[in-house]
């Protein structure tokens, strides 16, 4: 699901046009990038500073939306956050600062400042933070001199990564206050990712609502089902090349990804490829030059 399908369905789509020997007005672009999940994306880095995507470029990432069309995407932000105490004998606990309880009060205090926030995307709903790996301490019987954290941080419209940032390191300082002695570090970790938005009356979303209605007889849904889902390629391409003609739509439900079992229901597969197949028929196949040269 996340997401060999949407990969296969993409594969599946060049090799039916290369059979059919379709006339193009345009070009069509298969790209597959590495570290999408990583803290610095290395794979939509390399891609947009080698040029290859032209200005004005349709851009979709096939990830799985269980055929839903996403046209906004939340921002990320990661973040390292250490606290620092004093190392003494459990039995002689007052004499050392306990790193993991002030780690402890950060986790609540983030949390508690994320869910407070006023912020609602109609589509993307509120911020969520996640403390997604913890490590402190070495020993029983140790008082912790050191407690690390990594915290993902999904921000919303209209947050910004600033705005994230400043939250962010004034909870972690109102947390290390309340333990006499303790201390914090805060780092980010790889990428700035705002969030993003394709208008309305984007080439790429009106194009793929109607591709959506000609092979299904329906119109597609927009948005998540509850609202975030993960930050993809196509939104890094949207916020460094200020493209507004970035979404996301494939086979497979986020559901399943990063669990056991994961998979994809084929005949999500075979639906997808009939959408992204006439999609291309609307944007740069014989409609699109049949409209050109007349």
């Given at each position: 699901a996340d997401m060999k399908g949407g990969l296969a369905v993409l594969l599946l789509l060049v090799r039916d046009l290369a059979r059919e020997r379709l006339d193009l007005a345009g070009d069509l672009f298969v790209i597959a990038t590495v570290d999408e999940e990583g803290p610095d994306m290395a794979g939509a880095v390399a891609?947009?500073?080698?040029?290859?995507?032209?200005?004005?470029?349709?851009?979709?990432?096939?990830?799985?939306?269980?055929?839903?069309?996403?046209?906004?995407?939340?921002?990320?932000?990661?973040?390292?956050?250490?606290?620092?105490?004093?190392?003494?004998?459990?039995?002689?606990?007052?004499?050392?600062?306990?790193?993991?309880?002030?780690?402890?009060?950060?986790?609540?205090?983030?949390?508690?400042?994320?869910?407070a926030l006023p912020h609602r995307h109609p589509l993307l709903g509120p911020p969520l933070l996640t403390a997604g790996r913890l490590d402190g301490g070495f020993k029983t019987n140790v008082v912790p001199e050191r407690c690390r954290a990594e915290f993902d941080f999904r921000i919303v419209p209209p947050m910004d990564p600033d705005e994230a940032d400043r939250l962010v390191r004034a909870a972690v300082e109102r947390a290390v206050r309340k333990i006499a002695g303790a201390r914090a570090e805060v780092r980010n970790l790889g990428l700035r990712r705002p969030p993003v938005q394709a208008p309305e009356d984007s080439?790429?979303?009106?194009?793929?609502?109607?591709?959506?209605?000609?092979?299904?007889?329906?119109?597609?849904?927009?948005?998540g089902r509850d609202g975030h889902e993960a930050y993809t390629d196509a939104s890094l391409i949207a916020a460094w090349t200020g493209n507004p003609d970035c979404a996301v739509f494939g086979p497979g439900s986020t559901d399943v990804a990063h669990a056991t079992d994961e998979y994809v229901e084929a005949a999500q597969l075979a639906l997808a490829s009939g959408v992204v197949r006439e999609l291309v028929r609307i944007t740069i196949g014989p409609e699109r030059l049949a409209a050109a040269r007349s």
């Open positions: 891609l947009v500073r080698s040029g290859v995507i032209p200005p004005g470029a349709l851009v979709l990432a096939l990830e799985p939306t269980d055929l839903r069309l996403r046209i906004a995407q939340v921002g990320v932000m990661w973040y390292e956050v250490t606290t620092v105490g004093r190392m003494a004998h459990a039995g002689r606990a007052p004499l050392g600062v306990d790193a993991n309880h002030a780690m402890a009060l950060v986790v609540a205090e983030l949390k508690e400042t994320v869910a080439p790429l979303v009106t194009a793929l609502k109607e591709a959506f209605r000609r092979v299904t007889g329906r119109p597609i849904k927009v948005g």
